[in-house]
């Protein structure tokens, strides 16, 4: 499906194969479906540096980028799964921390202004929309990467949560950002099948910050966060803007298409490669 300098997953018939060097990172998720109460992958075997996962049934919940064909009670199932997840007893590691959050945040800010990724005003209001985020919070057991590619569904039925590498604890509105960024028009969907109140605007200032700080990855291992409906326009959407003002549109583009094409050779040099599967998804 997806490799990068990181990671690999590879399809084999009904099994997908994780190779993965960091085999602290391959722990945690082997150990979060070990407890977590949702429908996880069954781990057929694991071989450092791989692990061999069985399929699940069903299809992505969505994709970033497009319209998700799943029904309003899949989406209200996938919040349901969010909830049973957080009500879970805690696992015993950490996840990062407000600070470390908030450090790499300002530094992919920075990153992206000063390589003319982004117009240095988008990335300043999208900032001051993310600060809403940094704010204590209590942890619970969380997924960390809950996009919605994660999250599979058979009709109305959640079959599978994927890619459990960034489990942890964490704060429950990142996982809730996470599902719903760049789908805004399921929010309440998610919301009614979490069954509690939730402040809205957080959810909103998480999808600020998580656009801000994985926009730089994505660019520097092949990916494409100007594409349309991904992160670059959920940071435009944020201001209330279907695209950029008028008169830097075009600059904006050109900026964005440049700093792309900075990276192939870096990016090949690393063995970052997408496969040509039926089924590719956007991993980090």
Known sequence: MVAHNERATVRVGDL?????????????????MAIAPVPTPEIL???????????????????????????????????????????????????PSLDEIASDLDAQCE?????????????RRNRQ?????????????????????????AGDEITGVIDWSEAGR??????????????????????????????????????SLRSLRVSRWLIEHGFDPSSPGCEFDVLRS????????????????ARADAELLRYPARVAGHGVQTLPAGDGVRQR
Do not use: C, M
């Open 16 to 32: 997908f194969l994780k190779i993965d060097a960091d085999q602290t990172r391959i722990d945690v998720e082997v150990e979060a």
């Open 45 to 95: 075997w694991r071989k450092p540096p791989v692990l061999a996962l069985a399929a699940v049934g069903g299809t992505a919940l969505g994709r970033l980028g497009e319209p998700s064909t799943a029904s309003t009670a899949a989406w209200a199932a996938a919040g349901a799964a969010a909830r049973r997840l957080h009500d879970a007893p805690l696992p015993p590691w950490p996840g």
């Open 111 to 123: 990153w992206l202004v000063a390589n003319g990724a982004l117009p240095a005003d988008l990335v």
């Open 129 to 153: 929309i993310a600060e809403a985020a940094l704010r204590p919070w209590t942890p619970v057991f969380a997924h960390g990467d809950l996009q919605i590619t994660h999250v599979f569904v």
């Open 170 to 207: 964490g704060d429950a509105l990142y996982d809730l950002a996470s599902l719903t960024l760049g789908h805004e028009e399921h929010l309440g969907d998610v919301v009614a099948g979490y069954g509690t109140d939730v402040d809205l605007d957080v959810i909103r200032a998480w999808w």
């Open 238 to 253: 944020q201001l209330g803007l279907s695209g950029l003002l008028d008169d830097d549109a075009g600059e904006f583009e």
